[in-house]
């Protein structure tokens, strides 16, 4: 078994824009597995027969969704400065997914994708009107606790008295802005789709929808946080090089 003791653990925050929005998150992988491989970062692999780069990232964008503050954990066999190893990830990452932010975190800390259980996200919905309506069906959704919903041919549930943490529904030029709080756990995270979804289909807007066709979405998450037992939040970087 290879020594691991003299590995770092960088921490790095990339955006997800323009039409790279539009890629899966296996293609994501994909394509900063690449880049890492082109960038000439010393990256460690693990044991395996496939020999992986060691890489962690934070949950699943859905297709299509837009991000300001992705990230992944990257483990190092050399610790870089982490401005220079920064440097090197940008220069050979597409600028859709490009990295703007890096610095080392403790090994110790648990899988990325866990860790991080708190998100926020600016929902643009066009083709619907009233900001009260639209507001008072989340509130009975939230009422209700359990949302149930398809994945592909799969029922799935979700409590959203636990993963809807606050929304705000205001108008504006191109229909309503929807800000949500979500959080997830071992039971998954919620999807602003599938919220939205649910909120067209109550009885409070289901006439809306009828008349002038299901309304569209522009999705963006716009922060991510680990919500620890007190409550308080913790940013994924609490101190980086390349931005705040």
């Not at 990830?89 to 080392?104: E, I, K, M, N, S």
């Not at 909120?199 to 979405?217: K, M, N, Q, W």
Request: with cysteine; aromatic share 6%.
């Amino acid at each position: 078994m290879a020594d691991t003791s003299n590995q770092s653990r960088l921490r790095v925050r990339y955006r997800k824009d323009g039409r790279l929005a539009y890629l899966g998150h296996l293609e994501v992988l994909g394509t900063i597995n690449r880049s890492i491989r082109r960038s000439g970062v010393p990256f460690a692999v693990g044991n395996g027969f496939a020999r992986r780069i060691r890489l962690q990232f934070s949950q699943a964008l859905p297709v299509g969704a837009s991000s300001t503050g992705e990230y992944y954990d990257l483990m190092v066999t050399e610790h870089l400065d982490p401005a220079r190893a920064l440097q090197m990830l940008r220069a050979a990452t597409p600028r859709g997914l490009a990295p703007d932010a890096a610095t080392y975190v403790s090994r110790r800390l648990p899988a990325l994708e866990a860790w991080v259980n708190r998100a926020d996200w600016d929902v643009t919905v066009r083709g619907l009107r009233s900001a009260r309506a639209l507001d008072a069906a989340l509130g009975e959704l939230r009422e209700k606790g359990e949302l149930h919903y398809m994945r592909g041919e799969k029922p799935k549930s979700i409590d959203l008295g636990r993963a809807l943490v606050s929304w705000d529904v205001t108008p504006c030029e191109e229909g309503l802005r929807v800000l949500l709080a979500t959080r997830s756990s071992n039971d998954g995270a919620l999807r602003p789709q599938v919220l939205l979804d649910a909120a067209f289909s109550t009885e409070r807007l289901a006439a809306d929808v009828a008349l002038s066709g299901r309304p569209t979405l522009s999705v963006c998450r716009v922060g991510q946080w680990h919500e620890g037992e007190d409550g308080n939040l913790v940013e994924p970087l609490p101190s980086a090089v390349g931005g705040a």
